[in-house]
């Protein structure tokens, strides 16, 4: 009987834990199909923050796979001359792959925050923190799905357009077919899982680390006052003098990158400490200030900013710069796309240059391979420059042309001296010059000379004239980039004695030798016709010219300036692109600051309203704070902005844009339609806020 009595016993224990497992089993069976369920509430239910998420980034997908598709076409390789714009393309490619991984990785962050009260109440309630990571794994596979599939979407319906918009700023041909490559979708896809991924490794990093009490308090958690703020202010204050002192005395040397970066460094450091520090000790000056403080209106904004400066003041760093980042690419963009002509005439006034060696120049075998072209093309010859010149390296300090300097800190004041005769400046400008002895005219292609008398290795030499320009080289008043002087003298005597002078200084014996090497006869011209003629005719004339004697070198200057269409207008639409995408981070950043700062200072305003604060003294405080908050970004951007420009102005140099008023026309054009749809921007997100603080919009 005992043996039986256990094995009924053991029967029994067993059924109890058979039913116990099969209950646990259903448990999760029923947990695993609620949690694509509380995934899918958790998005749809969160959408205030959740939308805009989903917003930047089908943008971020749309963009790069524009990028990616375009630089995998097979075409942008085939078509002529394509290089500048395929590398520009390339350059922008890897840029914004490194703004868009901080941008979205910044906008999942705001994200996580609101949602931690969610995910708290999901602990209370029995979830384990396995279960709450299965949740965001879903989550973030059901965005990055909804994202991907979108952005791609949107890339592929707009990918051709913006191809050819792409084709037409260039100056390529535009009747061309555009093929998708797999390796667009590929690239595209691999690069936003590694990004999404890293967002799923922050939050579980961040829901695991913390206690469901703190979960529900996190939310209206912000970033902690800063420590020894006079001190951190002080030296933001300090770190953006240095930053605007090296944007405002940069020159167009050696050193112009490094100084570049070094600018952009300490201007951002300097406007975090600022933002962070200093504006939090300018409000608790004023809140000192008792006949200040203390007026109702006061009372309420001063310590609202407060509360909103200790606690997001980062956001608001952030904000400025991308404003900056906007304005100041707006200006280079449109400046570009306007003043390109201008830079393409600095560079290559004619259609095509020759140079030859001057004791091997036969004028007439030239002269009459070009009316043999004419007639062949139907075609005659515009402008017509033939001069002989002799170019002599010197050194310059003042008014004094000396050796070369070897010093690398002084080689920025080295020049190409060009030394021409009268009588062929007369011809080439339709002026007459009379030149005595020792009398000379001085050009420069950047600012005049300046002075009455030169001194050229110790002779001494009256400046009778400084024309303001010659048509052989056109000249920039801000060109301090490889300026370049010609010397006019009277006749061959006094440049022979100009270079013996110039010899005898840099140990140089052999005068026959040097002027046979020395002395060259440049050939410019324009052609008359439409641009495939003119091609057709520069070309044959270049294949000509290689085969002559003497020749120094042949500059196509059609297929230049194509080369150099092609590379701005790479840079233009890359500039476009990047300002929309600029445009796009700032707002996010405003609008996701907008309901963060909302949903905490929901309950402050509720307890205003409850000891009797008004409507209209609500919205009052709110759009006292608001501008106040918000239009410091873009006073301090539009600062940045202007001291930022002393520098562009100086880089511009680089590609030969020196039209300093055109610049900063587009600046003032660009920061007032810049303010205009900043404007906007806050109204839209003043009216979320307030919406949510009033009890006016749901969530919460």
């Given amino acids: 009987m005992d043996g039986r009595e256990k094995e009924n016993g053991r029967k029994k224990e067993n059924k109890k834990e058979s039913k116990k497992e099969s209950k646990k089993e259903t448990k999760k069976g029923k947990l695993w199909k609620i949690l694509p369920?509380?995934?899918w509430k958790g998005v749809v239910s969160n959408g205030t923050v959740y939308f805009p998420y989903f917003g930047a980034g089908i943008f971020s997908v749309f963009t790069y796979f524009v990028f990616t598709?375009?630089?995998?076409?097979?075409?942008?390789?085939?078509?002529?001359r394509s290089a500048y714009a395929w590398m520009m393309l390339e350059i922008g490619r890897v840029l914004l792959g490194i703004i868009l991984l901080p941008f979205l990785f910044y906008a999942n962050s705001f994200l996580i925050k609101r949602r931690k009260k969610e995910i708290g109440l999901y602990h209370i309630l029995g979830l384990e923190k396995r279960h709450i990571g299965i949740l965001f794994f879903l989550e973030a596979v059901f965005t990055y799905a909804v994202v991907l599939t979108a952005g791609i979407f949107s890339g592929t319906v707009l990918s051709k357009f913006l191809f050819l918009l792409l084709l037409r700023?260039?100056?390529?041909?535009?009747?061309?077919?555009?093929?998708?490559?797999?390796?667009?979708?590929?690239?595209?896809?691999?690069?936003?899982?590694?990004?999404?991924?890293?967002?799923?490794v922050y939050n579980l990093?961040?829901?695991?680390?913390?206690?469901?009490?703190?979960?529900?308090?996190?939310?209206k958690k912000g970033e902690k006052e800063p420590r020894f703020l006079l001190v951190s202010a002080l030296l933001g204050m300090a770190a953006l003098v240095c930053g605007y002192r090296l944007s405002v005395n940069s020159r167009m040397d050696s050193d112009i990158f490094i100084n570049f970066f070094l600018a952009v460094f300490w201007v951002i450091v300097g406007t975090y400490l600022l933002f962070t520090s200093g504006s939090i000790v300018f409000l608790k000056m004023l809140k000192k200030r008792k006949g200040f403080y203390y007026r109702p209106s006061n009372f309420i904004t001063v310590s609202g900013m407060l509360k909103r400066m200790k606690k997001n003041a980062a956001s608001l760093s952030n904000i400025c710069i991308f404003s900056t980042m906007v304005m100041i690419t707006l200006t280079c963009t449109s400046s570009l796309y306007l003043g390109l002509d201008g830079v393409l005439y600095f560079n290559y006034p004619m259609d095509m240059k020759a140079c030859f060696k001057e004791k091997d120049y036969d004028g007439e075998k030239v002269r009459g391979k070009l009316e043999e072209l004419e007639r062949k093309y139907g075609m005659r010859l515009g402008t017509y420059m033939d001069y002989p010149r002799t170019e002599l390296p010197c050194g310059k300090e003042g008014n004094t042309f000396g050796l070369t300097f070897s010093d690398s800190k002084r080689q920025k004041d080295n020049f190409r001296v060009t030394v021409l005769l009268a009588e062929d400046y007369s011809r080439m400008e339709n002026c007459p010059l009379d030149l005595g002895e020792d009398e000379v005219a001085l050009y420069c292609t950047g600012r005049d000379f300046g002075y009455d008398r030169v001194n050229f290795m110790g002779k001494e030499l009256t400046v009778k004239e400084q024309p303001t320009e010659m048509r052989i080289a056109p000249k920039a008043g801000e060109n301090g980039f490889g300026e370049a002087y010609y010397l006019i003298v009277g006749d061959k005597e006094v440049r022979d004695g100009l270079v013996r002078i110039w010899m005898e200084a840099n140990g140089v014996k052999d005068m026959e030798g040097f002027l046979a090497d020395r002395e060259e006869r440049i050939l410019q011209l324009d052609v008359e016709g439409t641009e495939a003629e003119?091609?057709?005719?520069?070309?044959?004339?270049?294949?000509?010219?290689?085969?002559?004697?003497?020749?120094v070198g042949f500059g196509n200057n059609l297929e230049n300036r194509s080369e150099s269409r092609e590379m701005m207008g790479g840079l233009l639409f890359i500039g476009i692109l990047f300002s929309l995408i600029f445009f796009m981070c700032l707002v996010l950043v405003m609008y996701y600051?907008?309901?963060?700062?909302g949903y905490e200072d929901k309950e402050g305003f509720a307890v205003m309203q409850k000891v009797g604060m008004g409507s209209s003294e609500i919205r009052g405080t709110?759009?006292?704070?608001?501008l106040l908050v918000f239009y410091l970004p873009l006073a301090f951007g539009i600062l940045h902005t202007?001291?930022?420009?002393?520098?562009?102005?100086?880089?511009?140099?680089?590609?030969?844009?020196?039209d300093s008023r055109l610049l900063w026309q587009c600046a003032g054009g660009m920061v007032l339609m810049f303010a205009a749809a900043y404007g906007v921007s806050y109204l839209l997100t003043a009216k979320t806020y307030y919406g949510i603080v009033s009890g006016e919009h749901g969530g919460g």
């Fill in 642 to 658: 202007v001291a930022g420009l002393f520098m562009v102005e100086k880089l511009f140099g680089a590609i030969y844009f020196y």
């Fill in 205 to 219: 990093f961040q829901v695991g680390k913390a206690r469901p009490v703190e979960l529900l308090s996190g939310g």
């Fill in 69 to 80: 598709s375009i630089l995998h076409n097979d075409i942008i390789k085939t078509l002529p």
């Fill in 622 to 626: 709110v759009r006292r704070q608001i």
């Fill in 169 to 200: 700023m260039t100056g390529l041909p535009v009747d061309v077919t555009f093929v998708f490559r797999p390796e667009a979708f590929a690239e595209t896809a691999v690069f936003f899982l590694w990004v999404y991924a890293l967002n799923l």
């Fill in 37 to 39: 369920r509380l995934a």
């Fill in 534 to 551: 003119k091609q057709d005719f520069v070309k044959e004339f270049g294949n000509w010219c290689q085969k002559q004697p003497g020749l």
């Fill in 593 to 597: 600051k907008q309901i963060s700062e």
